[in-house]
């Protein structure tokens, strides 16, 4: 109960007029950075980070962290309304949320995700809260071996579980992969499939593709279609966020497994794009009309967005315990808690409990307004939705195109964006999918160091993936669920010959 | 608009007549970082952009742009391209010489405009608090012994960490397997994880867990120990630990944190920054943040600065061909 009485003291800390003011401008903030495509967390982040060298530490990161919470928000919005994912972990969140959003149920998605968002954080800071530092000690144990064990993982459960056709499944993937092989090679550190273009150094950025992929062939589809961004049903009101909350505890086993799942691959650095990927795969697997996925269904909104919160928020806590930053924010934030003489390790607990706790405080309250703030502020982004299609497009091309310079500052990548756009409108056409292409391009080259540090540590042995429990039972996790159509056949089957047999 | 033109006028002829304030920036000053977030060196951009700020040293905000990608080279390929462009400042360390050698990177630093030599910064070899090896001779002495050699781990490929490894085994005789990382900070959570026998990692790198009681430093790979002697763990200061050579194991390799201006700028453009970093390197902050650091003060500029670079690119440069990383 020690964690309970620090936690109280961390809220006495926070309660003071200037902190809930400061957490009020930094979850705007966040919201606005969010809604940029491109712009992020991140990005938020680190352009923000100069105005708090002059607050005291413990203000300082409630503000910060309060841009993080804000821009996680934010960033469902434009994947629901717009089909663009500001951040990796908002790509699932597109699969059924933009299906939604056309069929004017724009407010319902944005509320589901929202509400989700707050049930996914709640519970990482629940278990940063009592469980931090045994929690530590786990994500202690992942050596190359069982990263790539997690990483094969989410690569498996996309190729068994996903409702679309294998084959083309593994294609996309393999281009995927093939795409993240450019620019330098961490293992050898040489260049690859640079052809001696200066550009193609810094790889291909996932971002960039993102946002081509899902945004700019939108908007090429929607032309060809002559379609309107159709959101003349999106009458906002609290009734239709009550009736949502009203459905919530239906899919109480949907909320529990991703937020399960979110915490777990969160903790597990580098895990938390993977987080939203799973909670939706797992999500259809298991529910009854796996064929409404994909097609506006609001349990396909709340897997992935309480996955990717539980993530993105216990993503903080290898930061502030290991100094291993989870996610890209996170590492920024690292950047900030130096600047501020806070050494992030293991002793930070210790020796800072005022800022440690007072931080977990503020993310309790920062999730609670934030919450509020975006629910509130509703009407006006579904209201975007009502404006004619031939006006928002160019505003929406426009957006992308500086969100896609911004990243790198690049000029190049405007034109790999556009031409993302092109090759997402042609998958689209010969419906090839685009999420386990998108997979690929953000895990790709963490997975290949992986296998590759395993390979050189054991001497070229594939027997290290089976070596301990831990890595061995989630290598054959992740092969059970690559054969899974299989074995379900098989299990099937082998049922039916048994029934007559003992009849 | 008369007004204006006047007031241009005299304030042009105020700047003429003090060489002093010939020139300083008109936009906001980019630091360059060849490496990722939360890395050495965006630790020491935050810190410069910090006591820059906080001691009012220039009227132009400074931003920090990472430029991590292709291992640091693209952050070296933006300043090449940036010719002329006095808002740009790289912080280099040792990629300056070995990214073109292993990597064929079409880079060459004399194409920049060398500012100022602001820090060196040590390598330590670490080993886990936990194993039973406590000096460099009982750590030698068990990676022979061992059935499959030590893995040591250490930041990107065919760069300093791997150059120090293959020169520990040339003088010892042992075998190690060498494991890239993409950071520093992942080499020391794979140290505590048991994942990895030892890296050779920055003093910084590896300050929390070695005070944590986790990671153990065995020796400094310097000709001397490091001068700072306030405690750091409850028994040790940096001064502390042992010269690899005291040990026996005679390696040593100190790596430069350096500024660099883009090419073709102004001798006034350079002497700004000159001045500038001058200013910095008296702060509170600079000091404060080398002693946390470890890292070892120096300040060179001008001539003394060209004349230490070309003496370390030819030491890298023979580093880098004797373990065989030069690329054909």
Partial sequence: MEAFGLLLHGFTVLLTGKTLLLMMVGLVLGIFVGVLPGLGGPNGVAILLPLTFTMDPTSAIVMLSCIYWGALFGGAITSILFNIPGEAWSVATTFDGYPMAQQGRAAEALTAAFTSSFIGSLCAVLLITFLAPMISSFALRFGPPEFFAVYLLTFCSFVGLGREDKHKTIISMALGLLLTGIGMDTISGQLRMTFGSTDLLRGINFLVAVIGLFGISEILLTMEERLALRGHAAAISLRVILSVWKDLPKYWVTLIRSSFIGCWLGITPGGAIAASFMGYNLAKRFSKEPDSFGKGRIEGVFAPETAAHASGTAALLPMLALGIPGSGTAAILLGGLMVWGLNPGPLLFVEHKDFVWGLIASMYLGNVVGLVLVLSTVPIFASILRVPFAAIAPMIVVSCAIGAYAIQNAMFDIWLMLLFGVVGYVFKKISIPLAPFTLALVLGSRAEDAFRQSMIGSGGDLGVFWSNGLVGSITTLALVLLFWPVIDKACSRVGQMLRPAKA | ?328
């Fill in chain 2, 1 to 328: 608009m008369r007004h204006l033109a006047k007031i241009a006028a005299v304030g042009a002829a105020v700047l003429l007549s003090s060489p002093a304030l010939a020139w300083e920036p008109t936009k906001p000053v980019e630091i360059v970082v060849a490496a990722g977030a939360g890395g050495a060196s965006d630790q020491m951009a935050r810190m410069i952009q910090a006591a820059v700020q906080k001691n009012n040293l220039m009227k132009q905000p400074i931003v920090v742009s990472l430029k991590g990608a292709a291992s640091g080279a693209e952050a070296l390929i933006y300043m090449k391209s940036s010719d002329g462009d006095p808002n740009k400042v790289l912080i280099a360390y040792s990629l300056i010489y070995m990214l073109p050698l292993s990597a064929k990177i079409p880079f060459n630093w004399r194409d920049l405009s060398p500012v100022a030599v602001i820090a060196m910064d040590q390598f330590v070899l670490w080993d886990n608090a936990g194993k039973p090896y406590k000096n460099v001779k009982e750590f030698i002495d068990a990676a022979k012994a061992a059935s499959t050699p030590f893995k040591m781990g250490g930041t990107g490929s065919k760069r300093e960490d791997q150059v120090l490894t293959v020169f520990m085994e040339k003088k010892t005789g042992a075998k190690f397997v060498y494991l890239p990382y993409k950071s520093g900070g992942e080499a020391a959570t794979q140290l505590v994880g048991n994942h990895i026998d030892s890296n050779v990692n920055n003093p910084s790198e590896n300050l929390e867990i070695w005070r944590a009681g986790q990671a153990r430093p065995l020796c400094v790979f310097d000709k001397e120990r490091i001068s700072y002697t306030a405690k750091v763990t409850e028994t040790q200061s940096w001064h502390d630990i042992p010269t690899c050579k005291e040990e026996g194991l005679d390696v040593q390799y100190l790596m430069l944190r350096a500024m660099f201006l883009p090419g073709k700028v102004t001798p006034e453009q350079t002497a700004f920054y000159v001045d500038l970093f001058k200013k910095v390197s008296e702060t509170p902050e600079y000091k404060d943040y080398m002693e946390k650091q470890a890292l070892k003060p120096i300040f060179l500029t001008g001539k003394d600065m060209t004349k230490f670079l070309e003496e370390d690119d030819a030491l890298n440069k023979s580093l880098m061909t004797e373990a065989g990383f030069v690329a054909k």
